[in-house]
């Protein structure tokens, strides 16, 4: 059984910054690429960032390019998200899943985690 748990996430000022993580148990983490979402009210969820399970291969998503950086650490089973420079549109509850391959696409991900909130005020 794959487990997947957030944490980090909170309130913060604009241009502020915020690092999440999502601790994975239940696999071997290093052979599943993982994948950063957001879901904002009244919105569908977004992709974030993804990164391969060798960490050789990262995506971002436009909106974020320059001012999110994913990570991962095999030897924790960890994936971070290190958020800098936040808008206040960046208000959303954040995801980690994890998948066979990096996507933006939310199907292609088979386990997912309860997420976390982060705030930004202006």
């Known amino acids: 059984q794959v487990e997947l748990v957030e944490s980090g996430g909170g309130l913060v000022q604009t241009g502020g910054s915020l690092r999440l993580s999502c601790a994975a148990s239940g696999r071997a983490f290093g052979g599943y690429a993982m994948g950063w979402f957001r879901q904002a009210p009244g919105k569908e969820r977004e992709f974030v960032a993804a990164?391969?399970?060798?960490?050789?291969?990262?995506v971002h998503a436009d909106s974020v390019k320059g001012r999110f950086t994913i990570s991962r650490d095999n030897a924790k089973s960890t994936v971070n998200l290190q958020m800098n420079s936040l808008k206040p549109e960046d208000t959303a509850v954040y995801y980690c899943?994890?998948?066979?391959?990096?996507?933006?696409?939310?199907?292609?991900?088979?386990?997912w985690g309860q997420g976390t909130q982060v705030t930004v005020s202006s």
């Open positions: 990164i391969s399970g060798s960490a050789s291969y990262t």
């Open positions: 899943a994890q998948g066979n391959a990096v996507s933006s696409r939310p199907r292609s991900y088979d386990y």
